[in-house]
């Protein structure tokens, strides 16, 4: 290998450190602050997900011949941890969920997914979903590299 080939291979290196970066960076704000425009959020797969996730508990009462309106306890037992991280895993994957857990913030991402999946058992409800960027707007998410990006930016989101 000459010079030439260290001097592409180590700049290809630093270019992939950075998408990377970049990546993991969006996916921890997502958890913090989803989108600020209406037609962006209303074509969120997060929102399209938890809508396929309602139908499927639906279809599982209906199976087990339940009727009416969704318990707290039901949606406690439905929607748990290894449930959220199901639904969040694209974005959980660029974080450090040890520390995220330490911190509080993966119970609020429950909480979250949780009041976002009662707001959507009767119908789409994307106004009331969007008000729930509150319970996340403060969260501190930590990214497995380390990165502070998303940290750092104003808490105004």
Do not use: H
Request: glycine share 4%; with cysteine; hydrophobic share 35%.
């Amino acid at each position: 290998m000459n010079n030439t080939d260290v001097a592409i291979s180590s700049s290809s290196k630093i270019t992939d450190d950075k998408i990377r970066l970049w990546d993991e960076s969006v996916k921890c704000l997502f958890l913090r602050a989803r989108s600020l425009c209406g037609e962006v959020f209303d074509e969120n797969k997060f929102n399209q997900i938890i809508l396929t996730s309602v139908e499927e508990f639906k279809e599982i009462r209906k199976n087990r011949a339940s009727t009416g309106s969704l318990s707290q306890k039901e949606l406690i037992d439905y929607v748990d941890e290894e449930f959220v991280q199901k639904i969040l895993s694209r974005q959980l994957v660029a974080v450090n969920i040890s520390e995220l857990t330490r911190n509080g913030g993966f119970n609020t991402l429950v909480d979250f997914v949780r009041e976002t999946f009662k707001f959507s058992w009767n119908r789409k409800n994307l106004s009331a979903v969007k008000e729930l960027d509150n319970m996340t707007k403060k969260l501190t998410i930590p990214s497995r590299s380390g990165n502070k990006i998303v940290d750092s930016l104003s808490q105004t989101l």
